[in-house]
């Protein structure tokens, strides 16, 4: 719990500065020699550390652990790479940056697989076909993603119109994945709400008039008695998760749906 709030909080800080730096860069250029340079790191800070930031949140779930700090690792390998190139450009020769350009890409282009890996792995599917998508859209983007670092490292120019061809069709269906598998987890919950209620919601009960202690029957929603009048409005509601997964006969301690703990008193208690 500290080495989580310790690297939420270094985080924020650092993301403060680098805003400050780069909001200073675009108000008082006069004042910087390397305007364009404070810019792009501030750029490159930010999303970066928004991609260490969702391992972060896959690794408190418990979800491909050691992918999990492999890729905030690469997030901060990446990030040192390019800001050595930006900064110690003039210094390097064209071999040299040739070398550091590939080595960022290959860092930036794992940091970004395994970021996306670990937010797919979040949704929890009842249809093993529903993770199946899951799976699949990973080892697409497994593939892209060796295709892009073999590319970056053969020399990743014009001559190579074929295996840009297979990079965009790869690219193509990991989006597609991407984007299909939170709405098969969204259709899961919608499913999960319309259909798993076990009673109906109009029903006709017997009870007691509170005021004047008469006997019958009234249905859910508003009514009033028969014999004194008074309005009555009578609701029939079981009970749910925040995020909608209905608590009847569950009897763990946790939402299957989300994760959420639920409280002793929402429990299902067999008799």
């Known amino acids: 719990m500290r080495l989580r709030k310790a690297?939420?909080?270094?985080?924020?800080?650092?993301?403060?500065?680098?805003?400050?730096?780069?909001?200073?860069?675009?108000?008082?250029?006069?004042?910087?020699r390397y305007d364009d340079e404070i810019l792009v790191s501030t750029v490159l800070f930010g999303a970066f550390s928004l991609v260490a930031l969702v391992c972060a949140?896959?690794?408190?779930?418990?979800?491909?652990?050691p992918a999990m700090w492999i890729g905030i690792l690469a997030a901060?390998?990446?990030?040192?790479?390019?800001?050595?190139?930006?900064?110690?450009?003039?210094?390097?020769?064209?071999?040299a940056e040739m070398r550091v350009a590939r080595?960022?890409?290959?860092?930036?282009?794992?940091?970004?697989?395994?970021?996306?890996?670990?937010?797919?792995?979040?949704?929890?599917?009842?249809?093993?076909?529903?993770?199946?998508?899951?799976?699949?859209?990973?080892?697409?983007?497994?593939?892209?993603?060796?295709?892009g670092i073999a590319l970056v490292w053969s020399g990743w120019f014009d001559r190579h119109i074929d295996e840009w061809r297979v990079l965009g069709v790869l690219?193509?269906?990991?989006?597609?994945?991407?984007?299909?598998?939170?709405?098969?987890?969204?259709?899961?919950?919608?499913?999960?709400?319309?259909?798993?209620?076990?009673?109906?919601?109009?029903?006709?009960?017997?009870m007691t008039c509170p005021r004047c202690q008469s006997q019958q029957q009234l249905r859910t929603g508003p009514a009033k008695c028969a014999q004194c009048g008074l309005r009555i409005t009578i609701a029939v509601e079981e009970p749910r998760c925040a995020c909608g997964y209905l608590l009847y006969r569950l009897e763990s301690n946790r939402c299957p749906e989300c994760g959420r703990e639920i409280a002793e008193a929402d429990r299902w208690a067999a008799t």
């Open 7 to 32: 690297f939420l909080w270094s985080m924020i800080v650092s993301l403060a500065l680098a805003a400050l730096l780069g909001i200073s860069a675009l108000i008082l250029p006069r004042w910087f």
């Open 171 to 206: 690219g193509i269906l990991a989006a597609c994945g991407t984007v299909v598998t939170p709405i098969l987890w969204k259709v899961q919950a919608v499913r999960r709400a319309e259909s798993a209620e076990t009673i109906p919601t109009r029903l006709q009960l017997q």
């Open 57 to 65: 949140s896959v690794l408190e779930k418990r979800r491909l652990v």
């Open 103 to 147: 080595i960022a890409g290959t860092f930036t282009i794992i940091t970004v697989l395994l970021g996306q890996s670990g937010l797919l792995t979040l949704p929890r599917f009842d249809h093993p076909w529903a993770g199946g998508v899951r799976w699949m859209t990973i080892g697409v983007s497994s593939l892209l993603a060796a295709t």
């Open 76 to 95: 901060a390998a990446a990030l040192f790479v390019w800001l050595v190139l930006i900064w110690f450009d003039p210094a390097l020769g064209w071999r």
